[in-house]
């Protein structure tokens, strides 16, 4: 088991490793909520799912649908 651990920590220190700390918090309160994988994860930084998510945001706060 701890070998599994130290692969995850791993991959998810080089996945968080070019990203700034508010990017950073953002996608891990994400990927707790939702419970991503760490490959959903990495899908979902890779995608920019932060932009889309601010997109919606602004739109849904300028009444547009």
């Given at each position: 088991?701890?070998?599994?651990?130290?692969?995850?920590?791993v991959?998810?220190?080089?996945?968080?490793?070019?990203?700034?700390?508010?990017?950073?918090?953002?996608?891990e309160?994400?990927?707790?909520?939702?419970?991503?994988?760490?490959?959903?994860?990495?899908?979902?930084?890779?995608?920019?799912?932060?932009?889309?998510?601010?997109?919606?945001?602004?739109?849904?706060?300028?009444?547009?649908?």
């Amino acid at each position: 088991p701890d070998i599994v651990w130290h692969f995850v920590l791993v991959s998810l220190l080089r996945t968080f490793k070019h990203i700034n700390k508010d990017k950073r918090s953002f996608y891990e309160k994400e990927a707790e909520k939702a419970g991503w994988s760490i490959k959903e994860l990495k899908r979902q930084i890779s995608t920019s799912h932060i932009s889309r998510i601010k997109i919606v945001d602004k739109a849904s706060r300028n009444g547009i649908e």
